[in-house]
């Protein structure tokens, strides 16, 4: 069955029908985990520290998903602005075809292997590691749900669908955070039940987004050659998320080389980062999707005029937050340290971020406009760049010369602003902008 898709208008509103939605699905696991770690908090310091590497691992898995969800994004909108919503369904087929494959090989590598990973990040085969052990074992029996929900959340947000995948994560994540005190403390099972509410969740989860493409009645076989291109993509995004995790680890990293108040007040910052990023993510995933079915339709002037939009938005955004943390620079601090020299070393780090929110706002808009054509190449290759020959040598820099965090952060404004310049680039251009079905 095929269905013509209306061309995306380019009003706010429209905009904000799709990202409002998939915040709210963003944030759900990142709430649900907070809830988790308060939970298992009370049982001591041995089995919280032992979540806090388990959780790690899992982490990543959930970084994979997203790069499935992010790749499936844009090819199902591109299918659906063609006017053929089977084939952008299938598109999800095949998205979660990939994701249970490597959520199954997930759970049996940490059946294998969890014991010595674990050992290797404790550094130690004592009580931490041993709980760690057991908590991967059983958690990653859910990876293939929460593999299967990130492909589905990535065919739905395509077809321009975002409250169902609403329902889809709330509700289990709702469910677990029940289960889980009932399950570590009533019930008896300890760090056992954070583990096991987890797999409960992330199971209910992947098995209502399998149902949801089982009742759109569309063939269920994998197809291979599908499959490998979204492989393809899926590298590509890979690549470009592994350059973000080594300018973030090498940040913090010499970051506490400049003593224990400095790395503190970094964490503060960049955990604040984190949480802006976040809400900017629902506006790149509206990009995502509208931007991609414009193209599907071979609208392309449309296409670009949401480009626009979008980034515009994401730069409005980016002034709201600045004007926000900069009035809370007095205060917002204080509620994670009452350390004065954290507080102080804060300040450093304060103007930058501050200043760099607005650019961000821009970037990450247009990340997902990018993302959306299909253009990850030039994302990858881009952030490569960008992380390589801008903020890696910055925060070394800033090391070599004890600059301090000041000099961290200036690193990461420059990072920013480079990602920026070469976003805007390639926008002018118009060679993002292919339009048909595929790319």
Same mark, same amino acid.
């Given at each position: ?9 380019? !009003? ?47 982490? $990543? ?12 994004? +844009?090819?199902? !909108? ?7 919503? !089977?084939?952008?369904?299938? =598109? ?8 249970? +494959? ?24 004592? =009580? ?9 074992? *059983? ?25 169902? %995948? ?5 509700? %289990? ?32 989860? #992947? ?8 009742? =759109?009645?569309?063939?269920?076989? %994998?197809?291979?050659? &599908?499959?490998? &291109? ?8 890979? *690549? ?30 960049? &955990? ?22 414009? $193209? ?27 004007? $926000? ?24 780090? @304060? %103007? ?12 990450? !808009? ?23 020959? #801008?903020?890696?040598?910055?925060? @070394?820099?800033?090391? #070599? $010369? ?6 961290? @952060? ?10 920026? *310049? ?18």
């Amino acid at each position: 069955m095929t269905q013509t898709a209306p061309a995306p208008p380019a !009003a706010a509103r429209r905009i904000a029908g799709l990202a409002l939605p998939a915040l709210v699905v963003l944030a759900a696991e990142p709430l649900y985990v907070l809830v988790d770690t308060a939970v298992v908090g009370h049982l001591g310091r041995a089995p919280l520290a032992a979540l806090a590497v388990g959780g790690t691992v899992m982490t $990543l898995t959930a970084w994979l998903g997203t790069v499935v969800a992010y790749g499936t994004t +844009g090819r199902s !909108a591109r299918r659906f602005g063609s006017g053929d919503r !089977a084939a952008a369904v299938a =598109e999800g087929v095949q998205a979660s075809w990939l994701a249970f +494959g490597v959520g199954v090989l997930v759970a049996l590598a940490m059946q294998l292997g969890g014991g010595a990973l674990a050992r290797t990040l404790v550094g130690n085969s004592g =009580e931490v590691a041993d709980a760690a052990a057991q908590w991967l074992r *059983i958690a990653a029996l859910g990876a293939p749900g929460l593999l299967l929900a990130a492909a589905g959340n990535g065919w739905l947000r395509g077809v321009q669908d975002t409250r169902r %995948p609403l329902f889809f994560v709330l509700g %289990p994540n709702l469910l677990s955070a029940v289960l889980c005190p009932l399950l570590v403390y009533p019930v008896g099972l300890g760090l056992a039940g954070s583990a096991v509410a987890n797999v409960v969740a992330q199971t209910l989860g #992947g098995a209502l987004f399998a149902a949801a493409l089982v009742r =759109e009645r569309v063939p269920l076989r %994998p197809r291979l050659h &599908q499959i490998r &291109q979204q492989l393809v993509l899926s590298r590509d995004l890979l *690549i470009r998320g592994a350059a973000f995790q080594a300018s973030f680890l090498s940040a913090t990293a010499v970051a506490s080389r400049f003593g224990a108040a400095a790395v503190g007040a970094h964490q503060i910052a960049l &955990q604040l980062w984190f949480f802006t990023a976040l809400v900017l993510d629902a506006l790149a995933i509206a990009g995502q999707s509208l931007v991609g079915a414009a $193209l599907g339709a071979g609208d392309e002037a449309g296409a670009k005029a949401l480009a626009r939009r979008i980034g515009l938005l994401g730069g409005a955004c980016g002034v709201a937050f600045a004007v $926000l943390i900069g009035a809370g620079a007095g205060v917002v601090p204080a509620l994670f340290s009452s350390d004065p020299l954290v507080r102080e070393q804060a300040m450093v780090a @304060w %103007p930058w971020f501050v200043a760099m929110q607005p650019l961000a706002g821009v970037v990450f !808009a247009l990340d997902g406009v990018l993302i959306g054509a299909g253009d990850v190449a030039y994302l990858r290759n881009l952030t490569v760049v960008a992380a390589l020959g #801008g903020f890696l040598p910055a925060i @070394w820099l800033a090391y #070599g $010369l004890d600059l301090g965090l000041g000099g961290i @952060w200036a690193g990461l404004t420059l990072f920013v602003v480079l990602r920026l *310049i070469a976003l805007l680039l390639r926008l002018r251009s118009g060679r993002w902008a292919v339009v048909g079905a595929v790319r």
